[in-house]
């Protein structure tokens, strides 16, 4: 794992996101798979992406969605299925939350199954669920 692991190349740079693969990922997922091409790469226009490498393939991915202050909201989180459950989503949220321009913002995310990965790193259940509440899209 930690060979693996070693060999990962972070970047939270826009040109260097393999759109193709974030796109196919992306719809793989039953978060996502309605999503069209053209609302993936918008969503990733205006975001704060992460992608991680291992010798210029990409093979993960995480979106953050910001205002550099007081909220960031972490999703459509992805590692390629031959690369799960060997730390990089780990290395890619360590990368997260280590940058200073995020230090002071609250962190939200769902998650269906992933709730250990995240405790790790300090995220908890809400336990007022009630506070929250969201207005889906509509699709046309």
Request: include cysteine; glycine fraction near 4%.
């Amino acid at each position: 794992m930690d060979h693996i692991k070693s060999k990962i190349v972070i970047s939270a740079s826009y040109s260097d996101i393999d759109k193709d693969f974030v796109i196919d990922e992306l719809q793989k997922t039953y978060w996502a798979n309605s999503r069209s091409k053209e609302m993936i790469l918008l969503s990733l226009s205006h975001s704060l992406c992460y992608s991680g490498f291992i010798e210029n393939k990409q093979i993960g991915f995480m979106r953050i969605v910001t205002d550099y202050s007081t909220i960031a909201y972490l999703c459509d989180v992805i590692i390629a299925e031959e690369f799960q459950s060997l730390g990089i989503a780990q290395k890619m949220l360590s990368e997260i939350f280590a940058n200073p321009e995020l230090k002071s913002v609250n962190w939200m995310l769902r998650t269906k199954d992933a709730h250990g990965l995240y405790q790790k790193f300090g995220f908890t259940p809400t336990t007022r669920p009630e506070r929250y509440m969201e207005r889906s899209q509509v699709l046309i």
